[in-house]
């Protein structure tokens, strides 16, 4: 883990018009913006997020990923881990760096 610089240049792409990418109840959109802003929403369906719809901005021209994005926790379900890892994904994730859910 931890910071490591890159070989390549950067690359960068301009939306100049709406994008929008779906696949069953996922949804992404991309829009023209000055600069680079990501919202995003989650609602699961599970008992802790039952009508707890969330949504956050983040604008990386005032937000600093490594002070502010690149610690957050990520969280996953316990039904899930096993065919996770069965794909070879997930394998660093542990009770001490994610919270895990229960379906209970």
């Given at each position: 883990a931890g910071i490591a610089e890159q070989d390549a240049a950067k690359r960068f792409i301009r939306i100049k018009r709406e994008v929008?990418?779906?696949e069953g109840d996922k949804k992404a959109t991309l829009l023209p913006f000055e600069g680079f802003k990501v919202s995003f929403?989650?609602?699961f369906d599970h008992p802790v997020f039952k009508g707890r719809a969330q949504t956050a901005t983040v604008d990386f021209s005032s937000t600093s990923f490594v002070k502010e994005v690149s610690r957050a926790r990520t969280f996953g379900f316990?039904?899930?881990i096993e065919k996770l890892r069965?794909?070879?994904l997930a394998l660093g994730g542990s009770v001490d760096n994610a919270i895990v859910v229960d379906d209970y």
């Open positions: 929008t990418v779906e929403g989650i609602d316990m039904r899930d069965a794909m070879n």
